[in-house]
């Protein structure tokens, strides 16, 4: 279904995440400058939910968002019907498919913030979902969306093939997102930004100051990313291309205004601007290095 001839009304499940207040800035033309402002969606109401990571987010967030004409409902599922798309931004990626479930099986089309889920069952289960109603679903981390990311791949003609990638970030740990799911989800996304899909198989080392994870792909190419756990700590990534090696400073200034405008083209033509195998990959790629992990860093093929 097409919004783009009126205002997109958005809704918002669960405030434990600094995104809930964020993307309503952006959304709603409040509290930021005007080259943040997103154009074309609004959010009109929201949940604040429950959290088991940060509970404390939630009080605040819910008085800012009502401070920015946000209207604050008891039950999820009280948007239904009164928004044209939902945004699931629950810290925590195990709750995403309960949260996510109603709004898809009335046909609500949906974005779900990262990590899309922590297993790979719940995310195909999402997917499925969205399938069944004939409506879009999205996730992705802001990262990949930087204008450092995007000006690289407009320019992929230029360097030539992509041969392989080492990307780089923060991939500190937190109880309720395992492994890279939590931070470490910006730096695999920004992996695959570099690499595109088709991952095959994966290795990890963890140590105290890092989290380092090989990956093969299907065509031979190799894809390192580094998750930093001490130290400074900086996004980014190097690209090794036929013609040019190509470092890639990754700032994160306009990353969440281009993907709230993503968001809005995705809740505008109904496609997504990943597709779900992307999303579904990206999950898959992660539970193997989990499986790695406890396998002494032995390889593990994605499932």
Request: aromatic share 8%; glycine share 8%; hydrophobic share 40%.
């Amino acid at each position: 279904m097409l919004w783009s001839m009126r205002m997109i009304r958005l809704g918002i499940v669960d405030f434990d995440s600094s995104h809930a207040v964020e993307f309503t800035k952006r959304f709603n033309h409040v509290g930021v400058d005007s080259d943040q402002c997103v154009d074309g969606a609004r959010v009109v109401s929201g949940c604040p939910g429950t959290s088991t990571m940060s509970p404390e987010r939630i009080a605040p967030h819910s008085q800012q968002l009502q401070d920015f004409g946000v209207t604050i409902v008891d039950e999820p599922t009280d948007m239904i019907g009164e928004i044209d798309g939902v945004l699931v931004l629950s810290l925590c990626g195990d709750v995403h498919l309960e949260r996510v479930r109603p709004f898809l099986t009335a046909g609500v089309p949906a974005y779900v913030d990262k990590p899309f889920t922590c297993s790979l069952s719940a995310a195909r289960e999402i997917v499925r979902l969205a399938d069944e109603s004939s409506v879009s679903i999205f996730s992705a981390s802001a990262m990949r969306f930087a204008e450092e990311v995007l000006e690289f791949q407009r320019r992929t003609a230029d360097y030539g093939p992509i041969l392989g990638a080492v990307s780089y970030g923060p991939a500190y740990r937190m109880t309720g997102n395992p492994g890279l799911f939590h931070y470490g989800i910006h730096p695999t996304e920004l992996l695959f930004a570099v690499m595109g899909p088709g991952c095959g198989e994966v290795t990890k080392l963890l140590t105290a100051t890092a989290e380092v994870v090989t990956g093969r792909w299907r065509d031979d190419r190799v894809g390192t990313l580094r998750g930093l756990l001490q130290g400074e700590t900086r996004y980014g990534a190097m690209a090794f291309c036929e013609h040019a090696v190509v470092p890639i400073h990754v700032s994160a200034r306009y990353a969440y205004r281009n993907l709230c405008r993503e968001i809005v083209r995705t809740f505008e033509t109904g496609t997504a601007g990943l597709t779900t195998d992307v999303m579904l990959e990206t999950v898959a790629f992660i539970e193997a290095t989990l499986s790695s992990e406890t396998a002494d860093g032995r390889a593990v093929s994605l499932n």
